[in-house]
């Protein structure tokens, strides 16, 4: 009966230790999630999305590039980035949470993936079906806020090729009421941003 427990506990160390190996060696890409925790400072602990051009933002750090690298490497960065506002190195954690999409091909390339930022009722990924418009995207997703600069919309698209971002402004107000004569289509991995409104705008 022993030498049964002794079997069973060596195999759950070896799926534990291919687990964590899968972990280590998993190379970030953009649309996955970051979930990172400062054990110094509980209120800089959160989730972000890596975002197309495969950088994130954290508090203290700034932007880095998450894409291309492994938890074990990004973990080295947030650390390193953010150690000059504690005493000591702070201890940080980094857990990957592959995007379905990057772990997965959907079937068909049924949907794209749209990140939404700044001022919208609900900021992150949304996944769309292919031929989505601007104006369709926003209404999924919730709508923007009534802080929102709405004729200062920003559709920002990289080219996967030449990494080259383009970023368009688009007045939401003259879409919505039809004044603006082209349907925007939205591509696999635009970023729509939201910002705040000026005082007098």
């Known amino acids: 009966m022993q030498n049964v427990k002794n079997i069973l506990m060596g195999l759950v160390l070896v799926l534990v230790a291919t687990m964590a190996q899968a972990q280590s060696e998993y190379r970030v890409q ?3 999630g970051l979930n990172i925790e400062v054990l110094e400072d ?11 051009d495969g950088r994130f933002n954290f508090p203290f750090a700034g932007t880095l590039r998450a894409s291309g690298r492994t938890a074990t490497q990004i973990q080295g960065d947030v ?3 953010i150690q000059s ?3 000591n190195p702070p201890t940080v954690f980094v857990s990957v949470i592959p995007a379905a999409s990057n772990v997965q091909e959907a079937a068909d390339g049924d949907t794209i993936d749209v990140y939404f930022l700044g001022e919208v009722n609900t900021p992150g990924l949304l996944e769309v079906k292919p031929g989505t418009t601007l104006l369709q995207a926003i209404a999924v997703g919730g709508g923007v806020t009534r ?4 004729k200062r919309i920003q559709l ?3 080219n996967r090729q030449t990494g080259v971002q383009n970023v368009v402004t688009l007045n939401y107000k003259a ?9 925007i289509e939205l591509k696999d991995g635009d970023v729509i941003l939201v910002p705040e ?3 007098f705008e």
């Open 85 to 87: 506002n504690f005493a």
């Open 79 to 81: 650390t390193t980035a």
């Open 175 to 183: 879409l919505a009421n039809g004044t603006a004569s082209n349907v």
């Open 147 to 150: 802080f929102a600069a709405i």
């Open 197 to 199: 409104r000026r005082l």
């Open 156 to 158: 920002r698209r990289t």
């Open 30 to 32: 953009p649309g996955d």
């Open 42 to 52: 509980s209120s800089l602990n959160r989730s972000v999305v890596v975002l197309p």
